[in-house]
């Protein structure tokens, strides 16, 4: 059993165009989040859900939207889709009640926008 | 705000060599700090994590010592092999609510045979 699974795991689509990337965590987890890793590694956190209540939203635009249906999902929609979105786009979970928890990642959902 | 830095990569070693990666950090907190490795194609996955001062995490023979003095939490292994290339990252957590992770720009390992 995944703990943290994504789909797609691939993704290839037209700038301008609408897509989702879906994330689902079976650990039990209260807080979820998604991470944004570019061509260098660099990897850099979206949004950051608890109990289905956005605790953070870094800077990123606004064409990026993420939905929480319940604390065990989290999804992520964006719209008008640009060539700098092309990244791989992680999922993570932890739990809150551990404060010094460990993250727990999906496999990524590689984006590639042409 | 919090921050993380790594010494840049990619490091290449021979099999059976000594692995240092530095790692050091600004927080204004008390912050646990942690070290993740990336295999090729897959998703991070915690490799060591150290909750307070002068703690020691350790797995695979990888280890790193939290050094509040110097705020540093370097890895390091005696004995590299093949299977260890990857990408390491060193990361933060802070203390608060949500608990926002800071990581460090990763360093990539290649250890050949």
């Known amino acids: 059993d995944t703990a943290v699974s994504q789909t797609p795991k691939y993704l290839v689509t037209q700038m301008g165009n609408d897509k989702s990337i879906k994330c689902e965590q079976n650990?039990?987890?209260?807080?979820m989040y998604w991470y944004k890793q570019d061509s260098k590694k660099f990897l850099k956190i979206m949004f950051s859900y608890n109990n289905k209540e956005l605790i953070i939203n870094e800077t990123v635009p606004n064409r990026f939207s993420p939905k929480s249906p319940d604390k065990a999902h989290l999804n992520l929609h964006i719209n008008s889709l640009e060539l700098g979105d092309s990244a791989v786009y992680f999922c993570?979970?932890?739990?809150?009640?551990?404060?010094?928890?460990?993250?727990?990642f999906g496999e990524g959902s590689r984006l590639t926008v042409l | 705000g919090d921050s993380v830095t790594q010494m840049e990569g990619p490091v290449t070693l021979s099999e059976e060599a000594f692995l240092t990666i530095n790692c050091t950090y600004t927080?204004?907190?008390?912050?646990?700090l942690f070290w993740y490795v990336q295999y090729p194609g897959e998703g991070l996955q915690l490799l060591l994590k150290a909750t307070k001062a002068d703690d020691k995490g350790s797995n695979k023979g990888f280890e790193a010592t939290y050094r509040k003095e110097t705020t540093s939490f370097h890895l390091e292994k005696g004995s590299v092999q093949v299977s260890d290339s990857a990408v390491y990252f060193c990361a933060l957590s802070d203390q608060g609510y949500g608990q926002n992770f800071v990581f460090g720009p990763g360093t990539r390992l290649s250890v050949l045979p």
């Open positions: 650990l039990g987890h209260d807080t």
């Open positions: 993570a979970s932890n739990s809150d009640r551990a404060n010094t928890g460990e993250l727990f």
């Open positions: 927080a204004t907190g008390y912050p646990s």
